[in-house]
């Protein structure tokens, strides 16, 4: 099972209450249930799961609303750009370059869309007051209104999460965040020092009883909601045998930290090489392992909508942007 990473939830927190515009950071940065899943059969008419696994479900429908041939045009000018050494062919190694570039332009580039929206005093940096206020103000200035209601426990349990991620990314201490902090404050799981926080709080949402572990039965209600008295499918079945036999490595029943961490972020798994090897195997009809633009155009359904192609953008931007 691979781990997608680079994959945004988007968290509407609560605005009818907190009357500001939500939040872009993730409420769950991993979703075991949507990014560690094995990849699904391909019924050679659609791809999902490479569309989604770059873009999220929404997006990926950007490219499906041009025409077939605006949508192989628009992918054989961003063959070129991939092909970074001119030689007429896409290796694995040019494609997940261009994968880790567009997906890291993406994150700034979602970053400075939400700037102007924190940065109040247009000083360049975020401080937390600035955050928790845009975020949360208008609930901190009326908390009578909202003692009873549905988003006080979410207000409860997201205001000290965000300030302890906020701390988290904040590398000198001054309760303020640069753009790269405030980078790391919404998007994690790309930095390393985050690490940790990723772990942690996936540990928090899965672990129902909080006893500081996930057992098996968490683990698959964190995936799968049981009906009353209704059979488990056989894919739960087989999550059960995967939390056994593969997760719970010290097989004490229950997933520690240690464990989660292996989990979600396995040292020895890059997302972006195995989508470009992926990507390559399904399109290299010869087996010379690398791609021609004739290979990539033949499987045009495959790439587009995928991170590969960022909605055709790439089309209007100089390559040294990237």
Aim: aromatic share 10%.
């Amino acid at each position: 099972m691979g781990l997608a990473l680079a994959l945004l939830l988007v968290l509407a927190l609560a605005p009818r209450a907190l009357r500001a515009k939500p939040t872009v950071r993730k409420e769950r940065v991993v979703r075991p249930d949507s990014e560690l899943g094995e990849r699904p059969p391909e019924d050679n008419q659609s791809f999902q799961y490479d569309h989604e696994a770059f873009l999220g479900k929404e997006d990926s429908k950007t490219f499906d609303q041009l025409t077939s041939e605006e949508s192989k045009e628009r992918l054989g000018k961003i063959v070129d750009r991939i092909d970074s050494d001119g030689d007429g062919f896409v290796t694995t190694e040019e494609l997940k370059t261009w994968i880790k570039r567009v997906q890291k332009r993406y994150i700034y580039d979602n970053v400075a869309k939400v700037w102007k929206d924190y940065d109040r005093d247009k000083d360049d940096k975020i401080s937390w007051e600035e955050y928790k206020q845009a975020t949360y103000g208008y609930y901190l200035g009326n908390p009578a209104e909202f003692q009873d209601s549905s988003d006080h426990h979410t207000f409860k349990k997201m205001l000290p999460r965000d300030e302890r991620r906020f701390k988290a990314a904040d590398l000198n201490g001054d309760q303020t965040a640069t753009r790269e902090e405030f980078t790391a404050f919404l998007h994690p799981e790309e930095f390393e020092h985050m690490k940790e926080i990723v772990v942690l709080e996936t540990l928090e949402d899965i672990d129902k009883n909080g006893d500081g572990f996930v057992d098996q039965d968490e683990y698959i209600a964190d995936m799968f909601s049981h009906e009353e008295n209704g059979p488990e499918p056989d894919w739960v079945l087989s999550e059960r045998e995967q939390f056994t036999e593969f997760r719970d490595l010290n097989k004490d029943g229950k997933l520690d930290k240690d464990e989660i961490r292996h989990w979600i972020l396995p040292q020895d798994y890059d997302h972006a090489q195995a989508e470009a090897r992926h990507l390559v195997y399904e399109s290299d009809k010869n087996r010379d392992e690398k791609l021609t633009k004739e290979e990539i155009l033949e499987n045009w359904n495959m790439f587009v909508g995928s991170q590969a192609t960022n909605y055709g953008e790439d089309l209007t931007k100089n390559h040294d942007e990237l």
